[in-house]
């Protein structure tokens, strides 16, 4: 297995409207971000992934990009990037920026031109079709509700927009297209960027014939995933990006991924296949999703959740590498979601959950306030949410007459506006991120969690992601350890063992609050050597059959 900078890294993902305003206009910014830069270096990241903050008229937050060269006013200036970038490299961390080149703005420059005749030079950059029976081209969904087609007066036709209606999906069976996106990549690395994170990346090449999908009963749309997840050319397209200008440059990729297997993401990462480092899958992301896809909320399975970590690790150990993530700005918190956030618990299973993922094989990601074991939000109501994804949902559900208070129910638990409340740095107005009126509410529990008070209590949730990083920095087992999964039906206890040249790590997380019994497997009991690596409760280092109490989470070290 080749070693590289980016298996040993530690990620934090920054969203900049949430994370930190210096000018007190209420949206966070570019310059808010360098004040901050100390705090993560303290807490031992090593790569910084900052969301767009290209020119966008905003329709998606960003991830609809009307200039791929240019910075959105509201994060502040070219110069300010550049010096972003120079004090992220000065305290010896990197910056990998989006990469959005699945669809841009309807009001970049391309498709304004685009969409103006059929003989227009750029009219090719994009994914036109014409409609069928006075409708659309064919059935398919856009993730943000709705129909994936928008009809264009002009050319009476219509475009693709898996998202939007105001992000049409990029023609990537056009080369000359292809060729655009790999000079604007060339010009973002030539100005010392250290990777990208791609934007789902596994959607840009698609059934050529747009085909009808099929169409679950009681539903006007259809999911249409199977025809531009994962379609006919994807590999030969990143394997040419990689050609023409990736491989020029030491750097990391991650591509984000809806909709693949582990085999998948073994060829998407395969280090002899020349694509990508590392992917973003999503299958232990939809555990609490029903048939009715995200909004369908229903309880998860701690078994299922294992066979899917156990699935990827044991398909990418010694092939690909994998990308450990718990939550990201389209996500939930995940002590709200796979952990338990009453003030009882909610510190000792944040700790659980980091250390579960922590100690598996791949390149952690941390998400803004997770080290702080920030929360879910429940706003009052409707009005107060700003996420295109939610509002849509919202509007179409009210509109097919669905119960206002289930609706509601699905939005506290999967909105992604749950990650994008203001990060919590302090206990003053608005949590220290802003003396203005932020663009978005502040969770109100911010005066008991904050970062200030984080950073000062010795026991809290940052100072245990702060030990957690530094364990991994000075144990190489933690990273290139193989993984052997324990325990695989058990419904209540997370348990693994790793292995590196002749040392191993026993990992044991309860995620119940009830005490549970653990056995030590066979073989380990034995052991010379045993030592308490890591804990969220005081423990010894003795390694007997024990209790473990409400959501504890245990590393032994044994030699």
Request: net charge negative; with cysteine; glycine share 6%.
């Amino acid at each position: 297995m080749n070693r590289t900078w980016w298996k040993e890294s530690v990620i934090y993902q920054i969203y900049p409207r949430s994370f930190n305003d210096s000018n007190n206009d209420g949206i966070g910014d570019i310059p808010g971000i360098i004040e901050k830069l100390d705090y993560l270096k303290n807490l031992g990241v090593d790569v910084i992934w900052l969301s767009p903050v290209y020119e966008s008229p905003n329709d998606d937050n960003g991830y609809d990009i009307s200039d791929y060269q240019k910075i959105m006013d509201d994060f502040g200036t070219m110069e300010d990037w550049e010096r972003m970038l120079e004090e992220i490299h000065k305290r010896d961390m990197k910056l990998i920026m989006d990469l959005v080149v699945n669809h841009t703005s309807d009001e970049h420059h391309w498709f304004s031109e685009a969409r103006k005749s059929e003989d227009n030079p750029y009219r090719d950059y994009y994914i036109w079709r014409s409609g069928k029976d006075g409708k659309e081209p064919n059935n398919w969904e856009a993730a943000f509700s709705g129909p994936a087609w928008h009809y264009n007066e002009a050319t009476d036709d219509y475009y693709l927009h898996l998202f939007s209606k105001k992000q049409p999906d990029l023609n990537w069976e056009n080369p000359e297209l292809r060729s655009e996106v790999y000079k604007m990549i060339r010009w973002w690395l030539d100005k010392g960027i250290d990777g990208f994170r791609m934007d789902v990346i596994n959607f840009i090449s698609k059934d050529p014939n747009y085909p009808d999908a099929d169409l679950i009963e009681g539903k006007r749309y259809a999911s249409g995933a199977q025809y531009f997840m994962n379609g006919p050319k994807i590999h030969d397209y990143l394997q040419e990006m990689n050609k023409e200008v990736l491989s020029d440059f030491d750097i990391m990729t991650v591509g984000e991924m809806p909709g693949i297997t582990p085999e998948q993401g073994a060829l998407y990462t395969g280090e002899e296949r020349n694509e990508l480092n590392m992917v973003f899958h999503f299958e232990h992301m939809d555990l609490d999703s029903g048939p009715g896809g995200k909004w369908d909320v229903q309880p998860w399975s701690l078994v299922e959740m294992k066979k899917i970590f156990s699935g990827w690790l044991q398909k990418l150990e010694g092939k690909g590498w994998n990308s450990l993530y718990w939550n990201n700005h389209d996500q939930p918190r995940i002590v709200s979601r796979f952990g338990n956030d009453s003030p009882e618990y909610r510190e000792i299973s944040a700790k659980m959950l980091a250390t579960t993922l922590h100690m598996m094989q791949g390149t952690p990601y941390i998400y803004q306030g997770e080290e702080l074991g920030m929360t879910n939000i429940q706003f009052p109501t409707i009005n107060d949410y700003r996420d295109i994804e939610t509002l849509n949902m919202y509007h179409e559900k009210i509109e097919d007459g669905a119960d206002l208070e289930d609706i509601m129910s699905s939005i506290y638990v999967k909105s992604r506006d749950n990650a994008r409340t203001p990060m919590q740095w302090d206990n003053s107005e608005n949590a220290g991120f802003t003396q203005g009126t932020p663009w978005i509410q502040v969770n109100p529990n911010y005066k008991e969690i904050n970062a200030e008070q984080n950073i000062n209590d010795p026991r809290s949730v940052y100072n245990y992601y702060k030990k957690l990083i530094q364990l991994r920095k000075e144990n190489d087992i933690i990273i290139y350890g193989s993984y052997v999964p324990l325990l695989e039906d058990d419904e209540n206890i997370y348990a693994f063992i790793r292995e590196l040249d002749g040392e191993k790590l026993l990992v044991i997380s309860n995620f119940r609050k009830e005490i549970i019994h653990f056995e030590i497997p066979d073989g380990l009991k034995d052991s010379n050597h045993i030592e308490i690596l890591i804990s969220n409760y005081d423990c010894d280092n003795e390694l007997l059959d024990f209790k473990l109490r409400p959501y504890e989470s245990r590393v032994y070290k044994i030699h």
